[in-house]
């Protein structure tokens, strides 16, 4: 037989209230991490100017649907290139349903986009669109005195798949040539072991004058390098920067200091006790010799695909990945444009593929002819560095190499 167990109505109207409080925290949580998810003043000005009258109807993709109802797994990336020809111009989709989207970040699962078409113009507004537009769609439910659980599934949609992204954030390492020499190192195994893998005991040193210190009630994480490759500028030689190869991650355990001893003739000597770690990760084997530099503050960036403001002419310097040759689909490359140059996370460029040169047949001089450069695909730039950055490859019809150029997309 099955059992309901009641309460009485001073204990439900307190459960309920319980429970109420607590849907409140989980909804100010995601409101605020979508609030993290900032839009830059640029993309709101194109925004604001493209919501005054919608886009050129010669501008939508040429089968874009009537209406689409945003599903788990979408991606803003996505879903601009399901409604426009060219998915960088993500501002000027929000700017389609700014009245109804204040934030584009915040779209979330179940909600209907529908097209309008009118005067040669095109807006985009969500269905039923109202005082609830910036939430999740809601639905009635009726409170009763159980236990209930329910995934974070129905959150706000990422602009990009964040997998893809996310390893590149924390393992790949632009330094300039003495950053990485200057860095502590691992100086011995224990058991005189000659790899480390994850779960293995090391022992590591700074710099003379600048040893490896606990900081107390602080766990302090290292990620592990080995083999600073030069970056070369694929058209000047020059070097731009240097990659360190990620091998793994350590903690550490316990300070280095001096030990000093009294020998037989009375001499007092200093010996140097090396820090202590322990691995907590391996990508490869580590051993003695490799560097160590502070792993970084996690971040939570917001990438926003746009095209850039001014123009812009590049070169691809490396592909991320020592047995790589070519890049395909989702891969990374290195580009010779950084902070510098006004490179900025987010930056939608074109991959160039050169023009074939050739001899004209039909010509009695047999002139030399280079063909037109024609585009290849398209990457996103994710991170950067004064004098380089890393890009991700969104789209491409041939393979990504080395010395390819990059320009606007547009």
């Not at 037989?1 to 319980?18: D, G, I, W």
């Not at 316990?254 to 007092?268: A, C, L, M, N, V």
């Not at 850039?308 to 020592?322: C, H, L, T």
């Not at 450069?373 to 398209?378: F, V």
């Amino acid at each position: 037989m099955q059992h309901e167990m009641t309460y009485p109505k001073s204990a439900r109207t307190k459960l309920a209230m319980a429970l109420a409080a607590a849907a409140t925290t989980l909804l100010c949580s995601a409101s605020l991490l979508a609030q993290n998810l900032t839009v830059t003043p640029g993309q709101k000005a194109v925004a604001e100017q493209v919501a005054q009258a919608g886009v050129p109807l010669t501008e939508l993709a040429a089968n874009a649907p009537d209406s689409y109802t945003v599903k788990s797994g979408d991606t803003l990336w996505a879903i601009s290139g399901l409604f426009l020809k060219s998915a960088w111009r993500w501002p000027e989709l929000w700017g389609m349903n700014l009245n109804d989207i204040r934030n584009p970040h915040r779209i979330f699962p179940g909600q209907r986009l529908v097209l309008e078409r009118k005067d040669g113009r095109a807006t985009l507004r969500l269905a039923g669109a109202g005082a609830g537009a910036d939430s999740p769609p809601i639905e009635t439910i009726r409170v009763s005195p159980r236990t209930r659980f329910e995934t974070l599934e129905g959150g706000a949609l990422p602009t990009l798949k964040a997998h893809l992204i996310e390893p590149f954030l924390a393992e790949p390492e632009i330094v300039d040539e003495n950053s990485l020499l200057a860095a502590p190192r691992i100086v011995a195994a224990l058991d005189g072991r000659v790899l480390l893998t994850n779960g293995d005991r090391a022992y590591a040193r700074g710099q003379t004058g600048k040893p490896m210190l606990d900081a107390p009630g602080k766990q302090q994480e290292f990620r592990i390098f080995r083999n600073a490759t030069p970056l070369r500028d694929p058209g000047s030689g020059e070097v731009l920067g240097y990659e360190a190869q990620y091998v793994g991650k350590a903690v550490l355990v316990r300070s280095e200091t001096q030990q000093t001893s009294i020998d037989k003739d009375g001499k007092e000597t200093s010996v140097v006790v090396p820090a202590t770690i322990d691995i907590v990760g391996a990508k490869e084997e580590m051993r003695v010799g490799d560097r160590m530099l502070p792993e970084p503050a996690r971040q939570l960036v917001s990438y926003a695909p746009r095209a850039p403001v001014g123009k812009v002419e590049g070169r691809i310097v490396s592909v991320y990945g020592s047995a790589v040759v070519n890049a395909a689909q989702n891969q990374v490359v290195a580009i010779n444009r950084g902070t510098r140059d006004g490179m900025e996370v987010g930056y939608v460029l074109a991959i160039l593929k050169d023009g074939e040169r050739m001899i004209d047949k039909t010509d009695a001089a047999r002139a030399p002819m280079k063909l037109p450069d024609e585009r290849n695909g398209l990457l996103m730039v994710f991170r950067t560095f004064e004098r380089l950055s890393y890009a991700l490859v969104l789209d491409i019809t041939d393979g990504v190499k080395v010395g390819d150029r990059l320009a606007n997309p547009r």
